[in-house]
């Protein structure tokens, strides 16, 4: 298995522009998590799915964020408009169930001009 | 809020030696995780230990869980210049919701 598939590796782009990210989760695994990590925040949870349901979007940010999860095998996390603020690494991880462990995905480094 | 604090923040050692890093943590646990992230790269399960549990091992890892003082600690023996990373505990609340919660991490420096 390639592991969790995350596209484009790096991003760069400017304040107002919208955002595509993109996740292949493990093949098999039901459940897909959309990270965000920082030097001042540290990892955050954005927003979770169950067999491609969201179950909790308490962690994104504001309404600007949005994420689906049209198939099993395809999840976006989308920026719409991006702001500085939003610059990030940004993390895709899937798991088999619910007690454990997560594969993560390289990442894709979000830098908003 | 962090759920997971790790101490110390940063730890540098000479290779061979031992490294050992703290987690503490504030609600009740399903379960506690580590993993382990090299610079540039996502993160890697090393191990998960249930609340039922109070020692793991896998390979040069050890892994203690502390419920009582809600802390888990990960040694490394033995360390070598590749165990170079930041380190990260997570917790997954007891109500089972599938959500971790990560610390702050550990960065580990081992000197060849």
């Known amino acids: 298995d390639a592991g969790v598939i995350q596209s484009p590796r790096h991003e760069v782009t400017e304040m107002g522009q919208e955002v595509t990210l993109r996740c292949k989760p493990i093949?098999?695994?039901?459940?897909l998590f959309w990270y965000r990590q920082t030097m001042m925040r540290g990892l955050e949870l954005l927003i979770y799915?169950?067999?491609?349901?969201?179950?909790?979007d308490s962690g994104m940010p504001e309404d600007r964020f949005s994420a689906k999860m049209p198939n099993a095998s395809f999840s976006t996390l989308k920026i719409q408009p991006s702001e500085p603020r939003d610059s990030a690494v940004y993390f895709c991880?899937?798991?088999?169930?619910?007690?454990?462990?997560?594969?993560f995905g390289p990442g894709t480094r979000l830098t908003v001009l | 809020s962090q759920q997971g604090e790790e101490d110390p923040q940063a730890l540098s050692i000479q290779e061979g030696e031992n490294a050992t890093m703290n987690c503490s943590y504030k609600t009740s646990i399903n379960n506690l995780q580590w993993y382990r992230q090299n610079s540039g790269r996502g993160l890697v399960h090393l191990i998960l230990i249930r609340s039922n549990e109070r020692e793991k091992h896998s390979g040069r890892l050890r892994v203690t869980l502390d419920t009582s003082k809600k802390s888990s600690s990960l040694l490394i023996t033995a360390s070598r210049a590749a165990d170079t990373a930041s380190y990260f505990c997570a917790t997954d609340r007891s109500s089972n919701t599938g959500k971790l919660i990560f610390g702050q991490g550990t960065t580990l420096q081992v000197k060849p």
């Open positions: 093949s098999g695994h039901d459940y």
């Open positions: 799915f169950n067999n491609n349901v969201p179950i909790d």
């Open positions: 991880a899937s798991s088999p169930g619910l007690d454990n462990e997560q594969f």
